[in-house]
């Protein structure tokens, strides 16, 4: 999978995170100020990756406080099987960029609430 199908992906269940949020009465998901397509404009991909071929999936799971910052970010890779070194480059690239985005956070009865994202 490469960084655009991951992107979509990361994208998709962050739209259907919200859908499943937005259903109940007193919960407003987070989401980015800049709109969702922030996620795959700020992620670059990393020129030596590119030119190793590497392409790989990854999960991204972190918090969102109640000032908007991402917290406690994790990227992992979906398998181990294929993982090589230049992935690393890849993963620090996605990780770097995506704790950048500012959110607007998670509201429970209108107070902001710390929320997870996966």
């Known amino acids: 999978m490469n960084l655009s199908k991951f992107l979509i992906s990361l994208i998709v269940v962050f739209a259907n995170m919200q859908n499943l949020l937005s259903q109940s009465t007193s919960i407003v998901p987070p989401e980015p100020v800049e709109g969702w397509d ?8 990393p020129i030596l990756a590119r030119r190793a071929g590497v392409e790989s999936a990854f999960n991204a799971i972190f918090r969102i ?5 991402v917290k406690n970010l994790e990227i992992k ?13 890849l993963l620090e690239t996605v990780k770097q960029n995506l704790s950048k985005i500012k959110w607007i956070p998670a509201q429970w009865q209108g107070e902001k609430i710390v929320s997870e994202v996966k």
């Open 38 to 45: 922030v996620i795959q404009e700020s992620i670059t991909y």
């Open 65 to 69: 406080d109640t000032p908007g910052n």
């Open 77 to 89: 890779p979906l398998s181990h099987d294929n993982f090589a070194k230049n992935d690393y480059l």
